[in-house]
T-cell receptor, first 114, second 112 residues
Framework: NAGVTQTPKFQVLKTGQSMTLQCAQD?????MYWYRQDPGMGLRLIYY???????DKGEVPNGYNVSRLNKREFSLRLESAAPSQTSVYFC?????????????FGEGSWLTVV | SQELEQSPQSLIVQEGKNLTINCTSS?????LYWYKQKYGEGLIFLMM???GGEEKSHEKITAKLDEKKQQSSLHITASQPSHAGIYLC????????????WGAGTKLIIKP
């Protein structure tokens, strides 16, 4: 029972490099999310996908792009990494939106930009 | 400023003792979620509260949402080492079906 799987778990990037965080869920959920977690700030929503074929900006979208490849997969791309993007990234999914629904999280991806 | 305040920021408790973590909003909430986070394990869903005065329990953890739906507490009875971790509250403000706001977390350490 995998739930939400995200890769890679750890990554070190140099400033200006690009990378893609991959996420897949096997719960047939419509909605998927990308959050970042920084010390003392809680989780902040980067982008979300309400359903297959749609994506929308969250609270902190600058410097990121996303792709909802199909119902299962939702990727997050950093085109030109900056030290300010050093963070722990979480992918999540829910049946349909967050109101009244449980959100299931992946195990996190630790990204360091040097 | 944090829209959802969690207190305390950290807590060290002797094994076997009870403890309470609070989550407070200045605005009425439509839903309140409690999660537990352990290093390398992501966030694990604990409970969701939606109605004023609602109370839910799971094993030794009880969560309550006050009547005004602005404050929630998470109470652990007879704490065990397995309770150690970071507890996060997330809230639905009713202005978006997809964007929750989150507290900064409470780090719980259990002393044997």
């Amino acid at each position: 029972n995998a739930g939400v799987t995200q890769t890679p778990k750890f990554q070190v990037l140099k400033t200006g490099q690009s990378m893609t965080l991959q996420c897949a869920q096997d719960m047939n959920h419509n909605s998927m999310y990308w959050y970042r977690q920084d010390p003392g700030m809680g989780l902040r929503l980067i982008y979300y996908s309400a359903s297959e074929g749609t994506t929308d900006k969250g609270e902190v979208p600058n410097g990121y792009n996303v792709s909802r490849l199909n119902k299962r997969e939702f990727s997050l791309r950093l085109e030109s990494a900056a030290p300010s993007q050093t963070s722990v990234y979480f992918c999540a999914s829910s049946e349909s939106g967050s109101s009244g629904n449980t959100i299931y999280f992946g195990e996190g991806s630790w990204l360091t930009v040097v | 400023s944090q829209e959802l305040e969690q207190s305390p920021q950290s807590l060290i408790v002797q094994e076997g003792k009870n403890l309470t973590i609070n989550c407070t909003s200045s605005k009425t909430l439509y839903g309140l979620y409690w999660y537990k986070q352990k290093y390398g394990e992501g966030l694990i869903f604990l409970m969701m509260l939606q109605k004023g005065g609602e109370e839910k329990s799971h094993e030794k953890i009880t969560a309550k949402l006050d009547e005004k739906k602005q404050q929630s507490s998470l109470h652990i009875t007879a704490s065990q080492p397995s309770h150690a971790g970071i507890y996060l509250c997330g809230a639905d403000r009713g202005d978006s079906n997809y964007q929750l706001i989150w507290g900064a977390g409470t780090k719980l350490i259990i002393k044997p």
